[in-house]
């Protein structure tokens, strides 16, 4: 349908797959791709719930309190809430 390709140097390399570009193995290729940063993002998050530590005690709720091994522990008798909350 539509009007036909307009002329191009059939010689031209881009990383995108040039013009018009339909790579027959897309959603195979995107599956990886998206299984590979989903591996990535699952250790990056790991490593940084294994290394966080806070010096205070937030003076308001947040979301890393969940899995943050300094609140489930609770070894320190001085990491308490503040007494104004």
């Not at 010096?55 to 809430?81: A, C, E, G, H």
Request: net charge positive; proline share 12%.
């Amino acid at each position: 349908g539509g009007t036909p390709h307009k002329p191009y140097p059939k010689h031209v390399w881009s990383p995108a797959g040039g013009w018009w570009a339909q790579p027959k193995a897309w959603k195979r290729n995107t599956v990886i791709v998206g299984l590979g940063a989903s591996a990535v993002l699952a250790f990056v998050f790991k490593k940084s719930a294994e290394l966080e530590e806070r010096t205070m005690y937030p003076r308001v709720w947040i979301p890393s309190m969940l899995w943050s091994k300094q609140f489930k522990n609770n070894d320190d008798p001085n990491f308490q809430p503040p007494k104004s909350l």
